[in-house]
C-alpha cells in the first residue's frame, strides 16, 4: 500500500518507520508539504493547531482515506463535532481517528508483547478495512469504536490514558478483550 504520512514527528515519523517494516511505500510529508496523489491512506499527524495549515500546502488530498491521529492540545477549531471532522470537512474523503491514544516512544515496544496492544479507532464504513489493516501492520490489534461520530471519544480519553501511564510510571499498552 501507497501511504503519506503528513508530519515527520514521533508519531508521523514511528508510523512511517512500522509501515516501511511492514512492506508499505511511505512518503513523509513536513511542514513544506508536498503531494499526496498517489497515496491509498494520508496520516495525519500534526498539532491540532495545525490542521488546516498542515492540510493546506499539501495537494491531492480530495476525497483521500486520512487517518487522523491528532489531538487537541493545541486547541480545536470551531464548529466541528471533532478533530477527525474538521479532517473530513477539508479532505472530503473517508476519515478514521487512530493513532491517538497510543504513546510514540513506546513504538519500538510493540513487537516485543506477548499479545499484541490494543489500539482504538472510530471510523467511516468506507476507511474500515484500510485503517485495521494499517494497525495490524503496525503491530496493534484494532479496537473498532465506532463511526466517526465517536472520534470525539477517543480524543477526550487521551488525558486518562495518560493519567494511568504516569501513575504506572511511563508508556503503557492497552489491551481490551470480551470477557469468557
Same mark, same amino acid.
Given at each position: 500500500m501507497k501511504i503519506t504520512t503528513i508530519g515527520r514527528g514521533n508519531v508521523g515519523g514511528g508510523l512511517a518507520r512500522l509501515w516501511? $517494516? $511492514?512492506g508499505h511505500e511511505v512518503t513523509?510529508? =513536513?511542514?513544506? =508539504?508536498g503531494d499526496a496523489s498517489k497515496a491509498d491512506a494520508v496520516l495525519l499527524a500534526v498539532p491540532s493547531g495545525s490542521i488546516d495549515d498542515a492540510l493546506a500546502v499539501v495537494t491531492g488530498l480530495e476525497g483521500k482515506l486520512v487517518i487522523d491521529a491528532t489531538n487537541a492540545f493545541h486547541g480545536r477549531a470551531e464548529g466541528f463535532d471533532s478533530l477527525a471532522h474538521q479532517v473530513k470537512a477539508r479532505t472530503g474523503g473517508p476519515v478514521a481517528k487512530s493513532f491517538n491514544v497510543n504513546f510514540a516512544r513506546a513504538y519500538d515496544d510493540v513487537p516485543k508483547q506477548d499479545v499484541r496492544p490494543g489500539n482504538l479507532y472510530a471510523a467511516d464504513d468506507d476507511a474500515r478495512e &484500510? &485503517?485495521?489493516q494499517l494497525i495490524r501492520d503496525a503491530g496493534f490489534e484494532p479496537l473498532n469504536a465506532g463511526d466517526l461520530d465517536n472520534a470525539r471519544a477517543l480524543e477526550d480519553f487521551l488525558p486518562a490514558f495518560s493519567a494511568v501511564s504516569g501513575n504506572l510510571g511511563g508508556p503503557v499498552f492497552y489491551r481490551i478483550t470480551p470477557a469468557a
Open positions: 516501511r $517494516a $511492514a513523509e510529508l =513536513g511542514k513544506d =508539504g &484500510v &485503517v485495521e
